[in-house]
């Protein structure tokens, strides 16, 4: 069986946004990192699924920076793209802004890199198709991610 045709980044594109209640709070007042790790992790997921037509399982959580707290009454929006392919496994990378839906002001609060494995209806690990980059940006994430899988197989 050959493998699919390669498919762009931006094909597996994904948003997601939530407005972040007290029920998501910790006990500063900020939203807890564990509903972001949820909300980085399903966005990611779907993002690869995208990608491979398939359902997926994650495998690691490579990296997860947490660089500013997320305000209860913020909007919160996740980004993620495949940025990374092997034969069944994929790289996503996951960005997260939060918003102040009154001011409009955004702030870039977290980066996150995610494995996950492509599986059959079996729930055996199936191939996928490669990842292509369009743009020099592009290129440089997809070095960057193959970077960071030489260091993964290394552990």
């Known amino acids: 069986m050959s493998l699919p045709a390669p498919k762009t980044m931006r094909a597996s594109r994904i948003s997601l946004s939530q407005l972040m209640q007290p029920e998501h709070a910790n006990n500063l007042g900020n939203v807890h990192g564990g509903w972001i790790m949820k909300l980085v992790d399903e966005c990611g ?4 699924m995208r990608h491979s ?3 997926v399982v994650t495998v690691a959580v490579d ?6 707290p997320i305000k209860i009454g913020n909007l919160v929006t996740l980004t993620a793209e495949v940025t990374y392919t092997g034969r069944t496994s994929m790289e996503a990378e996951v960005r997260v802004e939060a918003e102040n839906p009154i001011t409009g002001g955004k702030t ?3 980066n996150a890199y995610l494995v ?3 599986l059959d209806d079996d729930g055996k690990p199936v191939s996928i198709a ?3 980059a369009e743009t020099p940006e592009e290129q ?3 070095e960057a991610a193959k970077q ?3 260091m993964r197989l290394k552990k």
Do not use: E, G, K
């Open 116 to 118: 996950y494995v492509a």
């Open 63 to 68: 990296s997860m920076t947490f660089r500013q």
């Open 108 to 110: 870039h609060t977290n």
């Open 130 to 132: 490669p990842i292509t």
């Open 53 to 55: 037509q398939r359902r």
């Open 140 to 142: 440089n994430r997809l």
């Open 148 to 150: 960071r899988q030489i």
């Open 45 to 48: 997921a779907l993002a690869c």
